[in-house]
């Protein structure tokens, strides 16, 4: 079992920054890689960031160039440095962590991040 907690989120105005975090634990050896998604009212959950335990990313074309996702292993621990922000970025932003075998994906709780225009 992999367990995930999020927190960071919460309201900011347009053009502002947020800091997510998303602490592992468990079984954190299985981990292959962690993200984000995001889920906005009325809307299915989509694809924001991600990073391999290698290091490589990889964003949403939504959201690049103004998020940055990056991970401390020592903290085993993943960020998303969220700049720049806009009111169509107001979602609850969950946590991942991908793993080899069943059940192949785990997810956070979600943080709500609002942005007021």
């Known amino acids: 079992q992999v367990q995930l907690v999020e927190s960071g989120g919460g309201l900011v105005q347009a053009g502002g920054s947020l800091r997510l975090s998303c602490a592992a634990s468990g079984s954190i050896f299985r981990i292959n890689a962690m993200g984000w998604y995001r889920q906005a009212p009325g809307k299915q959950r989509e694809f924001a960031a991600a990073?391999?335990?290698?290091?490589?990313?990889a964003y949403a074309d939504s959201v690049k160039g103004r998020f940055t996702i990056s991970r401390d292993n020592a903290k085993n621990t993943v960020y998303l440095q969220m700049n720049s922000l806009k009111p169509e970025d107001i979602a609850v932003y969950y946590c991942?962590?991908?793993?080899?075998?069943?059940?192949?994906?785990?997810w956070g709780q979600g943080t709500q991040v609002t942005v007021s225009s």
């Open positions: 991942n962590a991908d793993v080899s075998n069943y059940p192949y994906r785990y």
């Open positions: 990073i391999t335990k290698s290091g490589n990313t």
